[in-house]
T-cell receptor
Framework: GENVEQHPSTLSVQEGDSAVIKCTYS??????FPWYKQELGKGPQLIID?????GEKKDQRIAVTLNKTAKHFSLHITETQPEDSAVYFC?????????????FGKGTLLTVNP | GAGVSQSPRYKVAKRGQDVALRCDPI?????LFWYQQALGQGPEFLTY????????KSGLPSDRFFAERPEGSVSTLKIQRTQQEDSAVYLC???????????FGPGTRLTVL
């Protein structure tokens, strides 16, 4: 089955700096890669996703890149703000097949210091 | 707001007790997933429903875990004879279809003493 590795497990940055979180996956059939933000006591919330036919996607301060050959994808947050502090999860799944489940990484605790 | 709701939000059970966790999906959502999130870990897949049909239960850790969605809407995850290792947050996620975004509920935190 799919295995997703995520690094780093914790990341502390100063407000205004950039943050980068990296993930690798094992199943070459995976074609959908979402990123979730989870705040304390809440469920994960989708912040951005990318499909395997795209190399990069941006949404304001957030961007995701995908390298299918190397089987890794990254989340980039620019101009970080204290409200970006949360746990971030990457995930992988196969869209269009029968295996719809998301396989998650172990998460990155991002702390943005004012 | 008509998001995914879960109840109870917190549940404390003594080892050996049975528990039932409820998920109310967003209206009209066909797909429903259950995930288990241990402390400090990412969510792990338990089971998947499309309408009332349970299409994948490969993630259920043992036969003590049972899920149902009899009318294709509300779902219940039941854990029989709870063990300490069952302590986790149980997340429900629903979507318009299997290839659509999954919206997560707030989870039920289960603590087994």
């Amino acid at each position: 089955g799919e295995n997703v590795e995520q690094h780093p497990s914790t990341l502390s940055v100063q407000e205004g700096d950039s943050a980068v979180i990296k993930c690798t996956y094992s199943d070459s059939a995976s074609n959908y890669f979402p990123w979730y933000k989870q705040e304390l006591g809440k469920g994960p919330q989708l912040i951005i996703d990318i499909r395997s036919n795209v190399g990069e996607k941006k949404d304001q301060r957030i961007a995701v890149t995908l390298n299918k050959t190397a089987k890794h994808f990254s989340l980039h947050i620019t101009e970080t703000q204290p409200e970006d502090s949360a746990v971030y999860f990457c995930a992988a799944s196969i869209r269009g097949g029968s295996n719809y489940k998301l396989t998650f990484g172990k998460g990155t605790l991002l702390t943005v210091n004012p | 707001g008509a998001g995914v709701s879960q109840s109870p939000r917190y549940k404390v059970a003594k080892r050996g007790q049975d528990v039932a966790l409820r998920c109310d999906p967003i209206s009209g959502h066909v797909s429903l997933f259950w995930y288990q999130q241990a402390l400090g870990q990412g969510p792990e897949f338990l089971t998947y429903f499309q309408n009332e049909a349970q299409l994948d239960k490969s993630g259920l850790p043992s036969d003590r875990f049972f899920a149902e969605r009899p009318e294709g809407s509300v779902s219940t995850l039941k854990i029989q004879r709870t063990q300490q290792e069952d302590s986790a947050v149980y997340l429900c996620a629903t979507g318009q279809g299997p290839n659509n975004e999954q919206f997560f509920g707030p989870g039920t935190r289960l603590t087994v003493l």
